[in-house]
């Protein structure tokens, strides 16, 4: 039995329009903080230009054919002591002697401005880089040249 002092509460406008005004703010707020993510987390585009890309690509495909046709294979990309280590073989399946390697390493979202890298050939055939490379995750743009042959490659570093 309901005691007699305890009226039912009216709902009124204020109700109404606090609950609609507290719904909307939640939405805004939610799609304001998403938005402020996305602006600041994503630094880089695929491409410059899409029409240009689109003009280039059957160039891109014939320049793909011609490195698959070196027969040459890169390892993983590893670190070593903060370096940069590949091994590149050869058609023959035997260390690729004397090739001139360097490297461009980019941040994957642009946070800081990109490294060139030299290689050089230790004793035991590893191409590993003169400099060191930051700690993260990297792109590396890779340009091997060797007996007037090129190969261009992207690989990711940890």
Do not use: C
Request: no cysteine.
């Amino acid at each position: 039995m309901k005691p007699e002092s305890a009226k039912p509460r009216k709902f009124t406008g204020y109700h109404a329009t606090a609950i609609i005004v507290s719904f909307f703010g939640v939405v805004i707020a939610v799609n304001l903080l998403m938005a402020s993510f996305a602006v600041t987390t994503f630094g880089g585009t695929v491409v410059d230009n899409s029409y240009v890309a689109s003009q280039k690509y059957n160039e891109w495909l014939e320049k793909a054919r011609e490195q698959a046709a070196h027969g040459w294979d890169v390892s993983k990309i590893v670190r070593h002591e903060g370096k940069v280590a590949m091994t590149v073989l050869g058609a023959d399946e035997t260390v690729l002697q004397g090739a001139e390697i360097t490297a461009t390493a980019s941040h994957p979202v642009g946070r800081t401005d990109p490294v060139e890298l030299s290689f050089r050939q230790d004793s035991t055939g590893t191409y590993v880089s003169s400099d060191t490379l930051p700690e993260g995750r990297w792109k590396l743009r890779i340009l091997i040249t060797h007996g007037g042959k090129e190969m261009a490659l992207a690989r990711d570093v940890l």
